[in-house]
């Protein structure tokens, strides 16, 4: 395992890491962040790159590299994600980690932020060999993760199974006696290894609460309202099953293979049974025709959900945006050149440090019954879940007001006092 201290950090470039520490820099200008605080904050805690081997199924040896980046911990145990996704690197995990801790203060919750995963595409892997990369991985991590240390999660291209096999690895290295004791080292789980009912929609449903919340601030029905979304994955799925339901309707769908649109209407569920028969790609859905992936964003709509990955929407395509309101699902999708050029054409943006928390907060909601030995029904965790939501969206959109700031840098801001407050009130050892 190597691990990287501060002086042995490289430069950060052009990127997400350079996104979030622009954001952060915004906001923490605005408050006059303490000088020593801020010192602290602009820095991750822990860093982790693991290269580790893991035999195929033909009999060779490959040899991955896995990340994981503890950000800050002042509010609690790190918490977040691993995806597994070609683009993961250190500063890729790095900005995630960042995010995360700005996500868990936002939220309330007595978390820290952590984020990684491993540089490889599932998609060419088998099931079995997953499973040893995910337990190799996990077993390289050690006791560098923990119930009470760092909770990991499912994020892109992982899911419950992923979490099942970390939680089985981890376990089998306590002693008997501890095992019962360690189940919320992840959360995501399956539901029968001691997951959380509402869990798998918790985000989704959060991006799609967000949206409701502020339509109702603006007096605007969704009843008929057109949204896009990028990424059909879990988190997009969700959202736009949510969104059906209150009556908006589906008008344009992105993923890795391609885009598909279709004016009068794409169905949610239809889309999610031919994606299931075919490998998970919409491509080739023969109730919409294909358009250039170049032109998505430009599609004419009321609402757009990027809910894929990192900086998708940039000053390239930003001009081209017809929505006038973006909810950002996945984390980082919006560049900052792009947010100058959105916010100057009055198209409003809720930041993916609130909209897409309904994960994290899901993720606590499961790590508190694990500890306490709680099983809740779907209908309460989903109940707590729009209550945790709507105090959170109520207190940016009402900062953003009280400011005259846009909803993010609003985010940013009480984000950040919740642990510069922290900071204050504890001091800095010794």
Same mark, same amino acid.
């Given at each position: 395992?190597?691990?990287?201290?501060?002086?042995?950090?490289? *430069?950060?470039?052009?990127?997400?890491?350079?996104?979030?520490?622009?954001?952060?820099?915004?906001?923490?200008?605005?408050?006059?962040?303490?000088?020593?605080?801020?010192?602290?904050?602009? $820095?991750?805690?822990?860093?982790? $790159?693991?290269?580790?081997?893991?035999?195929?199924?033909?009999?060779?040896?490959?040899?991955?590299?896995?990340?994981?980046?503890?950000?800050?911990?002042?509010?609690?145990?790190?918490?977040?994600?691993?995806?597994?996704?070609?683009? $993961?690197?250190?500063?890729?995990?790095?900005?995630?980690?960042?995010?995360?801790?700005? #996500?868990?203060?936002?939220?309330?919750?007595?978390?820290?932020?952590?984020?990684?995963?491993?540089?490889?595409?599932?998609?060419?892997?088998?099931?079995?060999?997953?499973?040893?990369?995910?337990?190799?991985? &996990?077993?390289?991590?050690?006791?560098?993760?923990?119930?009470?240390?760092?909770?990991?999660?499912?994020?892109?291209?992982?899911?419950?199974?992923?979490?099942?096999?970390?939680?089985?690895?981890?376990?089998?290295?306590?002693?008997?006696?501890?095992?019962? &004791?360690?189940?919320?080292?992840?959360?995501?789980?399956?539901?029968?290894?001691?997951?959380?009912?509402?869990?798998?929609?918790?985000?989704?449903?959060?991006?799609?609460? &967000?949206?409701?919340?502020? %339509?109702?601030?603006?007096?605007?029905?969704?009843?008929?309202?057109?949204?896009?979304?990028?990424?059909?994955?879990?988190?997009?799925?969700?959202?736009?099953?949510?969104?059906?339901?209150?009556?908006?309707?589906?008008? %344009?769908?992105?993923?890795?293979?391609?885009?598909?649109?279709?004016?009068?209407?794409?169905?949610?569920?239809?889309?999610?049974?031919?994606?299931?028969?075919? #490998?998970?790609?919409?491509?080739?859905?023969?109730?919409?025709?294909?358009?250039?992936?170049?032109?998505?964003?430009?599609?004419?709509?009321?609402?757009?959900?990027?809910? +894929?990955?990192?900086?998708?929407?940039?000053?390239?395509?930003?001009? #081209?945006?017809?929505?006038?309101?973006? +909810?950002?699902?996945?984390?980082?999708?919006?560049?900052?050149?792009?947010?100058?050029?959105?916010?100057?054409?009055?198209?409003?943006?809720? *930041?993916?440090?609130?909209?897409?928390?309904?994960? $994290?907060?899901?993720?606590?909601?499961?790590?508190?019954?694990?500890?306490?030995?709680?099983?809740?029904?779907?209908?309460?965790?989903? %109940?707590?879940?729009? #209550?945790?939501?709507?105090?959170?969206? &109520?207190?940016?959109?009402?900062?953003?007001?009280?400011?005259?700031?846009?909803?993010?840098?609003?985010?940013?801001?009480?984000?950040?006092?919740?642990?510069?407050?922290?900071?204050?009130?504890?001091?800095?050892? *010794?």
């Amino acid at each position: 395992m190597t691990t990287l201290t501060k002086t042995q950090r490289t *430069p950060r470039k052009q990127g997400m890491l350079d996104n979030v520490m622009r954001q952060f820099d915004h906001a923490a200008d605005i408050i006059q962040l303490n000088g020593n605080i801020r010192k602290i904050l602009e $820095v991750t805690n822990n860093e982790f $790159v693991v290269h580790f081997p893991v035999r195929m199924d033909n009999g060779e040896v490959e040899i991955f590299t896995g990340y994981r980046v503890q950000h800050n911990n002042a509010l609690g145990p790190y918490k977040g994600g691993l995806r597994y996704h070609p683009t $993961v690197d250190i500063d890729a995990a790095r900005a995630l980690a960042m995010w995360m801790t700005w #996500k868990t203060s936002l939220a309330g919750l007595p978390y820290g932020g952590a984020k990684g995963g491993i540089q490889l595409d599932p998609t060419k892997y088998s099931q079995e060999e997953l499973q040893r990369i995910t337990r190799r991985f &996990t077993y390289a991590l050690g006791d560098n993760i923990g119930p009470e240390l760092d909770i990991p999660a499912p994020d892109v291209n992982t899911n419950p199974q992923t979490m099942a096999w970390i939680l089985d690895t981890y376990m089998s290295t306590k002693p008997p006696a501890e095992r019962s &004791t360690n189940m919320h080292v992840v959360t995501g789980k399956p539901i029968g290894a001691g997951g959380s009912e509402g869990r798998d929609r918790a985000t989704g449903y959060g991006v799609f609460l &967000t949206i409701k919340f502020w %339509a109702e601030q603006k007096k605007i029905d969704l009843r008929d309202k057109k949204f896009i979304v990028q990424g059909f994955g879990n988190v997009g799925y969700w959202a736009a099953h949510f969104l059906e339901k209150e009556g908006a309707t589906m008008t %344009a769908v992105q993923d890795a293979y391609g885009s598909i649109a279709n004016d009068e209407g794409i169905s949610v569920e239809k889309l999610l049974e031919y994606t299931k028969a075919n #490998k998970g790609s919409i491509q080739g859905y023969a109730s919409a025709y294909s358009v250039e992936n170049s032109e998505f964003f430009g599609l004419d709509c009321d609402i757009c959900v990027p809910a +894929a990955l990192g900086n998708q929407i940039t000053g390239k395509n930003a001009k #081209k945006i017809k929505a006038y309101l973006i +909810a950002e699902g996945a984390n980082g999708p919006t560049d900052v050149g792009a947010e100058t050029i959105l916010l100057k054409k009055g198209i409003e943006i809720i *930041p993916d440090i609130l909209c897409n928390s309904g994960g $994290v907060i899901g993720s606590y909601f499961e790590w508190l019954q694990n500890k306490n030995g709680e099983i809740w029904q779907l209908d309460e965790v989903m %109940a707590k879940l729009e #209550k945790k939501m709507r105090e959170s969206f &109520t207190r940016v959109f009402e900062t953003s007001k009280e400011r005259n700031i846009d909803m993010r840098t609003a985010a940013f801001i009480i984000a950040i006092e919740r642990l510069e407050e922290a900071y204050v009130q504890r001091g800095i050892f *010794p």
